[in-house]
């Protein structure tokens, strides 16, 4: 039972021996899958922790928060390794399984969608180096906040679901696998 903070969000951590869970006032707790006990703990974010996703090889997770930003982890130690930056709260993050790329979804809160465009709105899907933090582009579709991101397990294309009720799958171009990162 957790008494002091909502469970928000929560994934298996490396072997399935824990589980990392992400709770409602931005703290991280890891805890033994056998005995419920928390084996560690970690506080990065000042908000609620909308979602976590661990790494292709399970060996770092990612969180997206309200406060603005999404944070990178070691799975076993959950330290903190690094950090990407929006100015409206992220509601989803995934890690590429093929790149050292990250993308981040999110928008301002639901409930103030209808009085903003979307322009403004912020609903973009936004790219990001792993290692340079950088953000390095942006594709647009939605026109409500985006709630959930995945890459697909090949790493050729990613899926996007928002508030504004659709799915969409965007593959990427050639030019996206000739560049050299």
């Not at 928000?8 to 931005?26: F, K, M």
């Not at 979602?51 to 076993?76: E, G, H, V, Y």
């Not at 180096?129 to 697909?152: D, T, Y």
């Not at 508030?163 to 593959?171: A, L, N, P, Q, S």
């Amino acid at each position: 039972p957790c008494s002091e903070s909502k469970i928000t969000s929560a994934v298996w951590g490396p072997l399935g021996e824990t589980i990392i869970a992400g709770h409602e006032n931005g703290e991280l707790n890891q805890y033994s899958a056998k005995s419920g006990e928390i084996v560690n703990s970690a506080k990065e974010h000042s908000k609620q922790i909308n979602d976590i996703q661990t790494s292709r090889d399970m060996t770092m997770f990612i969180t997206a928060s309200k406060d603005c930003s999404a944070k990178l982890f070691d799975c076993t130690s959950l330290e903190h390794q690094k950090t990407f930056r929006t100015e409206r709260p992220v509601n989803s993050a995934a890690l590429s399984p093929i790149y050292d790329h990250v993308v981040l979804g999110g928008g301002q809160e639901a409930m103030d969608v209808t009085t903003t465009s979307t322009r403004i709105g912020k609903f973009e899907a936004r790219f990001f180096h792993l290692g340079f933090e950088e953000e390095f582009g942006r594709v647009k579709g939605h026109f409500g906040p985006i709630n959930s991101l995945a890459f697909h397990p090949d790493g050729k294309s990613y899926s996007s679901g928002g508030e504004d009720g659709y799915v969409r799958i965007h593959y990427f171009d050639q030019q996206y696998f000739d560049f050299e990162f």
